[in-house]
């Protein structure tokens, strides 16, 4: 496993990371979660992302089972806050209500006294940002909280919340987590250039375009049966965007790319995600432990400037690039 720092930070995470959006406690069961959890740690894995909304609280609380007895000092644990979490109109956005009362139940279901990163799961138009920000500020002055970092924001929304920072003296963002694919391109026009200015890492999620990327969709077949396409908990409706021909082909011309190069698909599209020096680290998920220990293979991988420019003619205008496309609810949900 290799190593990155978290942005411009002092803190160093595994450049694969692992997480459980639409796995544990929801597609998986228990001990299938655990056995991928042991097969991430087994490769190297110490960094574990998840959030307070997965599978209704359900995921925090599986990977908190999954990672018990597990020396804290070696992990490294990220979870995020902002979707609801409850039937009442405080128990989602980013007031400092729900932050604080989020970070305590997120705490007691991951059986931690912190966690390494805290995360603005979506930007809250209703509350005021430095409500927000004095908030996680006060939680890493109590030590529940080491770093934070945002998720799914714009750049000009990090660009407010850096200024905000700075003005009133509170710990800076040292983070994004955004979708990052070859084919979902949309933070490189702006908030790529803006983290490299400002020290931010991206942690990107979804680098098999969920599952697409493998190779497993094919033009004008079947969809596989229990893939991520047929899931009714929320994976069909993100990956629905990349189901069409005209795409799924070009992403099996792919495939000789990765055969010369002695890497499967996943692989192929995770370590192109690494490539990008502003990301921090790629977080892969999974049902099968050897799920992880393929997808943990990009680890290290270079790709050269000949394979990258390959890649793009294969893909061409099938990729995704609109920074428009980084939307948050205009109204808590």
Known sequence: MEFRYLGRSGLKISEIAYGNWLTHGS?????AAHACVRAALDEGITTFDTADVYAGTRAEEVLGRALKGQRREGLEIFTKVFWPTGPGPNDRGLSRKHIMEGIDGSLRRLGTDYVD????????????????????????????????????W???????ALKIADEMGFDRLVSNQPQY?????????????????????QVVWSPIAQGVLTGKYRPGQPLPAGSRATDDKGGADMIS????????TRVQNLRPIADELGL??????IAWTLQNANVSAAIVGASRPEQVSDNVKAA??????????????VLGDAVFRDASHTVSPPTRP
Not at 27 to 31: F, K, L, T
Not at 154 to 160: G, N
């Open 300 to 313: 290290g991988v270079k790709l050269e400037a000949d394979v990258l420019r390959r890649i793009d003619d």
């Open 154 to 160: 714009r750049a000009e929304e990090i660009e407010r």
């Open 241 to 248: 965007r990349f189901l069409d021909d005209e795409l799924l």
């Open 117 to 152: 990163l805290y995360q603005a799961h979506r930007f809250d138009h209703e509350t005021p940002l430095e409500e927000t920000l004095r908030a996680f500020d006060d939680l890493v002055r109590r030590g529940k909280v080491l770093y934070v970092g945002v998720s799914e």
């Open 181 to 201: 694919s070859m084919l979902w391109r949309v933070i490189e026009e702006e908030v790529v250039p803006l983290s490299e200015r400002e020290g931010l890492g």
């Open 264 to 269: 499967s698909m996943a692989q192929l599209a």
């Open 27 to 31: 597609q998986v069961e228990e001990d």
